[in-house]
Structure formats: C-alpha cells, structure tokens
C-alpha cells in the first residue's frame, strides 16, 4: 500500500508530502526516511519495496525546498528554515503513526543525515535505531560559509541561486573521479543512476543563498557539542558510506562524525564502508547488499 499523506506548518502555511508505503507484513518497525540535497522522495522507491519486503513500514517524505513540498527549489524558509523542515518531518511522522503505530527508526541519506541528526537532538526518545548513508564531514569552514551567504544574500536575495556557492561546496566533489564523463559522476559508479538523476528535473538544481545558509545551520546544529541532552543514550545508531564518496571527504571525516555522537553520550555508534563505491550506495550497484546489512542491524 502506498498512501499519500500531507500535513501544514502552522508557521509559515507551508505543505509537506509524503508517501507511507506498508502492507499486513508491516511490523517490525516505521522509518522515516528523509532525503538528500537536491533530490526527491521517489528515488528511494527501490529500497523502500526491499524495507517493505523485510517487514518495515516506510514514510518517504519530501523535505522543504524538495518534491512535492517546494514552494521554491532549494529553499527551506525565510526563517529558521531548517528547524522548521525538523519538525515538518516530526509532524509527518506523527500523521503516519496515526495510520500504523510502530517503533520509529530514522534513516537519512546525505543532507538527509544532517536532518537525521538535528531529529534525534530533540526527539531521541521516540526513536529506536538510526540509519545514516553518505553522511557529509564536519565543514570546519561553515562559520565563513554562513558568513559568505550574509553577504550574498545583502546583495542578491536569499532565493538567488550562487554558481559560487555551489562551486564551493561541489566543485572538488569530481577531482578524484578518474575520467568523469559528467559533473555528477562522484554519485555513483552506477553511470545509469548518474544519468537518471541528470534527467530529473526534481534533482541537481542549486540551492538559493538561504537554502545554502540554513543547511551550513544545519551542519552547526548536529556537529556543534552545544544543545544535545541525549534521553535515549542507549540508541544504536549506523553510518554506511561508500570508502570513495567525496562527501564524506575521507574515513577520518566519517570517524569525526562518528566520534561526535560519542562524546555526546550515545554509546552505540559504529560505521561500515564499502570499497569502490561512492555517494549514492542505496543506488550503487551493492544497494542489495547495502540494504541487507541494514535490514540486519534493524532486525538484531
């Protein structure tokens, strides 16, 4: 079964979407499945239909600025943008429990790891396990990034659309790749995925100045040590990444990342990764193999 399900943000009268995908074998667990930059939902349909078959309910969400749920591409809200997408996912978690009441399990990709990790800051207790594929490094250069957005946005807007702040933060991304053939072949060795996201109008566009601004915000939240009070010190929590995902920058950066929910009191925090592959592993051509090691640590 796939419904549709939307709610409204009393704040700022935005709608958020998304899709709960669970049937009579659906017991196990919920997760809410939250997205990467400059993508969509449906992208994910794939491991979705191997979660349902495992026996888990989905709820695949368009975050602010994405899908179904863009009011403006890349753009989160002229205001606390990104805690506000937090809690749009927290209340589209609670209208998808009101459909099928299950122990929450939150799975982010990228940007979507980011969301991931400010969710559980404040609702940890209602969470159970934590999946988080190519999860970005700490950007130890976010306080000058938000600075460079203020001055931007001063002069063009908060929805102008930067090359320079996406040259910023993407332009390296393919310096490793030997021979790329397109701007985005660090996704995926898969040249198939590559050239359906290049095909997708819902994916690739740049993000606006304050898009940029509330996701470096975002970076702040969950890698800063400031606010967290952990209820759920005990939540196990997995990070799998591709060993060649620029994102990730290198295994240190992933060992940061890893090391920071540490100190915040969580004690059950391991990492796997996966040689060869890039950013993308839940498209990769190892996804089944990605999505049976995640079904496994969902099911221990």
Request: aromatic share 10%; with cysteine.
């Amino acid at each position: 079964m796939k419904k549709a399900l939307s709610v409204t943000n009393k704040t700022d009268g935005v709608v958020l979407h998304g899709n709960l995908y669970c049937d009579e074998n659906s017991t196990r667990g919920l997760i809410l499945l939250l997205h990467g930059m400059s993508e969509h939902k449906e992208r994910y349909e794939y491991a979705i239909g191997k979660l349902n078959e495992a026996g888990y309910a989905v709820l695949s969400t368009d975050e602010r600025g994405h899908g179904e749920s863009a009011v403006v591409k890349g753009y989160f809200g002229e205001k606390n943008g990104w805690l506000l997408n937090v809690e749009d996912q927290y209340a589209l978690y609670k209208a998808a429990k009101e459909i099928i009441d299950l122990p929450l399990i939150v799975l982010g990709h990228s940007m979507g790891t980011l969301v991931s990790r400010s969710f559980i800051k404040r609702h940890d207790d209602e969470v159970t396990k934590v999946v988080l594929t190519g999860c970005p490094s700490n950007n130890k250069a976010v306080n000058v990034a938000i600075g460079l957005c203020n001055i931007i946005k001063t002069f063009k807007g908060e929805k102008y659309r930067s090359p320079l702040l996406n040259k910023l933060c993407f332009g390296a991304f393919n310096s490793k790749i030997p021979n790329p053939k397109t701007d985005y072949d660090w996704l995926s060795v898969n040249e198939e995925n590559v050239r359906r996201y290049i095909a997708d109008d819902d994916c690739g566009y740049t993000f606006t100045v304050s898009g940029f601004k509330d996701m470096f915000g975002g970076m702040k939240d969950v890698y800063g040590l400031e606010g967290w009070a952990p209820k759920n010190k005990a939540l196990p929590i997995r990070f799998f990444s591709g060993s060649d995902d620029p994102c990730m920058t290198n295994l240190d950066g992933l060992k940061e990342a890893v090391e920071i929910l540490k100190k915040q009191g969580y004690a059950d925090v391991d990492y796997k990764t996966y040689p060869g592959y890039r950013h993308e592993i839940l498209n990769e051509d190892i996804r089944d193999d990605v999505i049976a090691d995640i079904v496994t640590f969902l099911d221990a």
